[in-house]
């Protein structure tokens, strides 16, 4: 059984489809990147999986579970995390603040007059974790405005593992980032991805970071599916290829 199973997936907006019909499965701890040309839909069919933008038509099941109709948080305590295009932190909390606000996406604190506290030193090493994994350690009690844009990002990541997802949903992580910051990010991906034993729905501009950590590639063209398959084949495939290069435009 697949970890998500999306049927149809469909978004329009008056007569266009940003999203048709699109199918996609993912099997637990899968690493899967969804590339294609600006405006392909990428971001709307991450967004309709995630709970974040009602479908116009499609189904998702998630653990073999009919969550369609599911709200975001419904679906972050299930263990769908998503990171999102536009850094989405809150800027004046701590670094550490923001992981911790992860860690309680997943396991509301509840109110436990003799397991209280424990639960929260627990949250506190678990954030911390997440914020040493990804290289902020140093900066847990930074505002998080004030961290520079490719820690903000790296934070985000941080704040989606602290949720311990099943799926992790990562929209252009490495966006607005140097070649040298993009560089340390694929690297640090590589190394929590790993470790989280999370499956991964990736989009990301960069076809290097693309290759470097999605053995699975799935290609978006005008809201459809062209191509779907190991990394090797879809790089060679021919529409691909002029999806890439204008040839369909
Ligand atoms: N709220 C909206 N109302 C109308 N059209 C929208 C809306 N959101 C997105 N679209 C359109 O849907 C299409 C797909 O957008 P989407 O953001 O999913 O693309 P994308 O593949 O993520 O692109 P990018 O690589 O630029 O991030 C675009 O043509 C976009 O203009
Ligand atoms: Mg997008």
């Known amino acids: 059984m697949s970890l998500l199973e999306c049927r149809g997936l469909t978004r329009a907006w008056g007569a266009f489809r940003a999203v048709d019909g699109v199918d996609l499965d993912l099997a637990e701890r899968e690493i899967c990147a969804v590339i294609g040309p600006n405006g392909a839909g990428k971001s709307t069919l991450f967004a309709m999986i995630a709970g974040n933008l009602r479908k116009s038509a499609g189904t998702v099941r998630f653990d073999g579970e009919e969550v369609s109709q599911l709200s975001a948080p419904a679906l972050a305590s299930r263990g769908v995390a998503r990171s999102f295009q536009i850094t989405a932190i809150c800027p004046g909390l701590t670094a550490l603040e923001n992981v911790r606000l992860?860690?309680?996406?997943?396991?509301?604190?509840r109110w436990r007059p003799?397991?209280?506290?424990a639960a929260m030193r627990e949250g506190e090493t678990r954030a911390l974790h997440w914020l040493e994994r990804l290289s902020l350690a140093d900066r847990a009690q930074t505002p998080a405005g004030e961290l520079a844009h490719g820690d903000?990002?790296?934070l985000e990541v941080a704040v989606a593992l602290a949720q311990e997802p099943r799926l992790l949903i990562l929209d252009e992580p490495?966006?607005?980032?140097?070649?040298?910051?993009t560089r340390r990010t694929v690297d640090l991906l590589h190394g929590v991805m790993a470790e989280a034993a999370?499956?991964?729905l990736l989009v990301e501009h960069d076809l290097d970071v693309v290759f470097a950590l999605a053995p699975r590639i799935v290609v978006l063209h005008r809201g459809r599916k062209i191509a779907d398959g190991?990394?090797?084949?879809?790089?060679?495939?021919?529409?691909v290829q002029q999806a890439y290069l204008g040839g369909l435009d």
């Not at 992860?102 to 604190?109: F, M, S």
């Not at 966006?175 to 040298?180: I, L």
């Not at 190991?230 to 529409?239: F, I, K, L, T, Y």
């Open 174 to 181: 490495t966006q607005g980032m140097s070649v040298e910051e």
């Open 152 to 154: 903000q990002r790296l």
């Open 114 to 117: 003799f397991g209280g506290s």
């Open 102 to 109: 992860g860690v309680q996406a997943r396991q509301p604190l």
């Open 198 to 200: 999370t499956a991964v």
């Open 230 to 239: 190991p990394a090797a084949q879809v790089r060679a495939d021919d529409a």
